[in-house]
């Protein structure tokens, strides 16, 4: 049987050296932009990981997402801390 479709050509990023990131971000950020910015990022992690665990209870593999879920709440709990702690800090100035 002939293949229709050929298959897409091998590329191998360790072997080509491609260090194209996927998103880059400006020197310019402010660095309290930059954790409000990953809080909401860890929050949409923590949010969709939890949804997907409710209507998937009980499946294999239900352990290493719930592992996820818990790594990104602390993740965002201590980004959450540190911009309580710039806020306090810019507010005393």
Not at 24 to 51: F, K, N, Q, V, W
Not at 55 to 82: C, D, F, I, Y
Request: proline fraction near 6%; charged fraction near 20%; hydrophobic fraction near 40%.
């Amino acid at each position: 049987m002939k293949k229709i479709v050929p298959d897409p050509p091998y590329s191998d990023i360790s072997r080509n050296n491609i260090t194209t990131p996927y998103f880059s971000i400006h020197s310019d950020l402010i660095p309290s932009d930059s954790l409000a910015y990953a809080s909401e990022l860890l929050r949409g992690i923590h949010e969709t990981t939890d949804e997907f665990c409710r209507a998937h209870a009980n499946e294999p593999g239900q352990g290493m997402l719930v592992n996820v879920l818990h790594s990104a709440e602390m993740a965002r709990a201590l980004v959450e801390h540190v911009l309580s702690k710039l806020l306090a800090v810019k507010t005393a100035t």
